[in-house]
């Protein structure tokens, strides 16, 4: 269910460029719609956020299918902007409750951060398939691609807890039901740390929204090989597997903190060095080590929430987080492209956008520094 509601938000480079050349949308249109897909992604974590610990959760996947459902399968009907704009708010809305509901069942597990890192070693091979398939489909069949994956997690509907294990259902961690056990206390966090981690997420998908919905179309307007790229995208999405068996090794020994700061210092130099221009050597070496980082990012950032809440309501604000983040950045891209600044400023922000989620992380880490050195640095 995670795969199949980030859908496409891992497909929004190919989609975009499908909007443009089977459906005629202008490049400052692309930007609108994917930041509607995007954002109705935030829209319907949000609302799964609010009901997600009272509702059946069953049930409230099933009404989030059948809106994603029926939106993509409306939108086989038209090729009027209008019209696929708030079809495709509507499919994001439904891709936002689904997504929410598996992700804050992921994190309620007994080991979110293996969970999380599972879903997204999964997610790299997901996203290579959908880079390399979709290119070769009309419109309508990208969207149908869509219509069947939201049906086929309804025959997995049985698996899905109906609600958040209570106080009574946990696991009995005092010393009297567990003799000769010695259970660590964790480290007090404060309220504010979930929101503080959402808002560096937000910021986070600024960048990757704008940098994933534009770098094909960008390409296609540089010196590079269009093939090349195309070709270069299915090959950096299998790259991300490396992400994540990295993002393990190092939080193993070095902590999730400091690896962290220094991901978002990187990937801010490798999205700004095409400002200068996009070659064939330069958009190999940035969309490598974009898609690295990205997910190494992920994993630090979804395992964080979920170790600071168990009722779940954090963690289906995740997608929330990511989507409004995705309908931003692609939204301030297009105003950039609208006001004539080209790719060149497109991609200036976003280098500015990881630096800044990088300062939201760094000032959190060195407050926890001096208050709380084992949550700093914890793994």
Known sequence: MVLVGYGVLVGIPVISTAWVNLLGFTEIQVGRVAG???GGLSIGAVLAAVVIARVDRRWLVVFAAGLAVTANALCTLTVSYEHVLWLRLAAG???GIYTAVAVATLGATANPARAFNIALFAFAFSQALELYFLPKLSMNGIY?????????GLLFLGWLPRRPASAEQAIDASPDANPGVTFAEPPAVPAYVPWLVLAAMFVTYVNIGAYWTYIELASAASEASPEWVGKVLVWTALFSILGCLFATVISSRFGLARPLLVTLVVQAIIVAMLANGINNVNIVISLFSFNFLWIFIDVYQMATVANVDRSGRFAALMPGAQGLGQIVGPNIAASI???????RGVFIMCAAASLIAMAIYGAMYLRFRRSTPELADAS
Not at 144 to 152: I, K, R
Not at 337 to 343: F, H, T
């Open 144 to 152: 149908l691609v869509f219509v069947v994956c939201y049906a086929f």
């Open 36 to 38: 509607a897909d995007l």
């Open 93 to 95: 809305i439904g891709s």
């Open 337 to 343: 492209l609208a006001a004539g600044l080209g790719y």
